[in-house]
């Protein structure tokens, strides 16, 4: 079983950028991957994924300022995060496309927009 350990997380002003990496225990394979977000009380929520060949896609409020990416060579991801606002403001999570054979959810990284 892979297992993911997110980090770069912080506390930012609105405007500001954070930069999140997930790495993997072991190989993505061929699985599209993705990020989620999760605030207290309410379901994760999908926010990017990036394909084995590098093909983005991102939910719509995030899209033009978050850019994902990906390096199957050290089994890592990467979520650029742009323009941060306060509805950014969210545990992180990174981890397979459903469909794609989900593994355990990480710790997550805690990402919160405040000025």
């Known amino acids: 079983q892979v297992q993911f350990v997110e980090t770069g997380g912080g506390l930012v002003q609105p405007g500001g950028s954070l930069r999140l990496s997930c790495v993997a225990s072991?190989?993505?394979?061929?699985?599209?991957m993705g990020w989620y977000r999760q605030t207290p009380g309410n379901q994760r929520e999908w926010v990017a994924t990036?394909?084995?060949?590098?093909?983005?896609d991102y939910r719509n409020d995030v899209e033009g300022r978050f850019t994902v990416s990906r390096d199957n060579s050290k089994n890592t991801i990467y979520l650029q995060m742009n323009n941060l606002q306060p509805d950014d403001t969210a545990v992180y999570y990174c981890?397979?496309?459903?469909?794609?054979?989900?593994?355990?959810w990480g710790q997550g990284t805690q990402v919160a927009v405040s000025s």
């Open positions: 981890n397979k496309i459903q469909g794609w054979g989900q593994e355990a």
């Open positions: 072991g190989s993505f394979g061929i699985a599209p």
């Open positions: 990036v394909t084995h060949g590098g093909t983005t």
